[in-house]
């Protein structure tokens, strides 16, 4: 064995330099979860992302106060009542326009006073007629409307949400708004019914509040 070999020679490190490094830096990822790419729910009452969506408006859950059934009755009483001022005052009101008209064209000439005496009595009677036929319309639409069952969800706010139903249905929709309050990754999504009301006023509203003597009391009597 020749022991006069040379060792190979060791590798040398090149003097190359390192790639660059990327310049480009990742984007923070957002504190809370983007909102959903497609439009909101319009259709029936949606919660998800701790949000509850009834016919396309959105509530947060930690603002809901208060979940509750009850029955919408129509002011039947209110609205008659009302009917028979409107109609009282308007046939007053017509009833002195002719005192006013006879006792003016009395000191007339009989023939002038003739022609607009019967002018003015059609355009009165038509004006009055009108007033009835719309005042006892709108006496009936509020006499003859049904009472609806329905599902109240109240905020810390001033907004509340109305849907509709059968009772047995709304009274467990009750059970699984609360439910989903309380837990952070509850979904849910069911079909309710939308009021077809214009006039809020001419029903009664929520639950009816008694009190009965002394002072700081508070009740809720249905």
């Known amino acids: 064995m ?7 020679p060791k ?9 660059p490094k990327p310049t480009h830096t990742p984007v923070p990822r957002p504190a809370h979860s983007p909102p959903p790419s497609g439009p909101p729910p319009r259709n029936g009452l949606v919660i998800s992302k701790r949000l509850l969506w009834v016919h396309g408006g959105a509530y947060p859950l930690e603002n809901i106060v208060r979940v509750y059934t009850f029955v919408l009755r129509p002011r039947r ?30 000191s007339w000439d009989s023939y002038s006073s003739d022609g607009g005496d019967a002018g003015f009595l059609g355009v009165a009677l038509f004006l009055v007629a009108v007033l ?17 069952d329905v599902l109240a ?22 059970h699984l708004i609360a439910e989903a309050i309380d837990k952070p990754d509850a979904e849910l999504q069911v079909a309710v019914g939308t009021l077809a009301i214009t006039n809020y006023g001419n029903y009664f509203f929520g639950d009816a509040v008694n009190m009965y003597g002394g002072s700081g009391n508070t009740g809720v009597a249905k």
């Open 2 to 8: 020749d022991t006069n070999e040379t060792p190979p």
């Open 11 to 19: 590798p040398t490190q090149a003097n190359e330099t390192p790639p």
């Open 77 to 106: 009483a209110e609205a008659f009542a009302r009917f028979l001022k409107r109609g009282g005052a308007t046939l007053a009101v017509f009833l002195i326009l002719m005192y006013f008209e006879d006792s003016t064209s009395s």
């Open 132 to 148: 009835l036929i719309y005042f006892i319309g709108d006496m009936c639409s509020v006499v003859f409307a049904p009472p609806h």
């Open 153 to 174: 969800i109240e905020t810390n706010g001033r907004s509340t949400a109305l849907v509709t139903g059968k009772r047995a249905y709304l009274n467990g929709l009750v």
